[in-house]
């Protein structure tokens, strides 16, 4: 079977044919919105300015492209089919396409979900299969994209790199008070083949791209070494716990604790097991002004052999739309730690971003989006391979995105 070759540049591919047949097979709606196929197709011109090599081609660098790399790409480009097999019973999955990627395209999520009918005042959902835990405040839109920005903030880049439930999820919510306008909901998973987990933190730092990993990718990792950051090595079931809490469409508040319940003594390589858990918390707020906000944090460990590296970071986004334009800017800060013996820290990576969007939904179908973003950072190894300890990296993104679906209007 022919597969995927990489492929950072715009030309022809036997996957790209694939997703165009996609596309104009999505032209001819539905009759209902029992199976629906959404499709996109997203093109960009990228102009970077950075001493360093891109992590993807086996650098230093924070950004998915680098000075060696710059120009047109297909920058993200997906397939996301939604079905409903039974009254409570639904599938999804999402296809993407990573031109680095050898295998080209490949699933990021892929689950069935039961909605059981409700009998008291609490509504029950269960999810089995792959899919992102319920995390982020961003990446909310169709393939889990994010619907202000480009680029995803550091936090959810690394959960789009390392992070995906493979396992089962149990959800209960239930609203109160006058008009329902309180919610709540509780949720719990199991899960495995998440033993990896803070690896490619640990080696890299923290990043800030729009890339998702697919559920049997490859990542560079160190030395010119590969890994999968989703396979099972211990035979030891992770799990996460969370809350959420709403207040009509003025206040989100959600919370979840992590733990991939790894065995760090598993394995000799640095892409084997790893122990690593964290707390992370979500705030989304409407403003006065028509003015959104949107903040998260997430502070945790991940440990392997001898290393122990605590991480954390923060982001807080503004986004205000003006009809078929929206704007966001997004600061973003970052700091990862490693515990040395006899006590004390070494700091590894310490750094923040500011990212500003401008998005233009011309049409259901067609968006235009332009995007500048800094990350600057601090890190020992830009000393070791000759660059200054602190070194900044900026992008321009101009991004032509074309979606098709065949949901009735």
Known sequence: MQTCQTNRSLRTHPCLAGLLLCLWTLSAPAENDAHVLTAGIEGSFVQTSTPLTSWLEGGLGKLRNDENTDGLSLYHSFMNYSGRLTPTLNVKATLIYNPEQSNGLDLSEAFLEFRPVPRTAWRARFRVGAF???????????????????????????????????????????????????????????????????????????????????????????????????????????????????????????????????????????????????????????LPWDVGLISQWIDGRTIWQGFDAGFDAWSTLLTRPFGKHRVSIRYDDFYLDQALMGGGVQELDRGSAWTVAWLFHHSQKLRFALEWLEIESTRPQFVSAGFPATVAETQIIVSVRYLLSNQPN
């Open 132 to 286: 992102y835990p319920h995390i982020t405040m961003e990446n909310i839109d169709v393939a889990w994209t994010n619907p202000y920005t480009l680029s995803s903030s550091t936090i959810n880049t690394w959960l789009a790199e390392e992070v995906r439930t493979i396992g089962l999820e149990s959800r209960f919510g239930r609203n109160f008070g006058a008009n329902g306008q309180h919610g709540l909901n509780v949720e719990g998973a199991i899960y495995w083949l998440n033993d990896p987990t803070g690896a490619l933190l640990s080696a890299k730092g923290w990043s800030l791209h729009d890339r998702q990993t697919g559920i049997t990718g490859e990542l560079p990792l160190r030395f010119g070494t590969t890994f999968e950051p989703f396979k099972e090595l211990d035979h030891r079931a992770g799990y996460y716990v969370g809350g959420e809490y709403r207040y009509g469409k003025r206040l989100t508040f959600r919370y979840h604790h992590y733990n991939n319940h790894g065995d760090p003594t598993q394995g000799p390589d640095w892409g084997d097991t790893w122990q690593t858990f964290f707390d992370a918390a979500g705030l989304q707020l409407s």
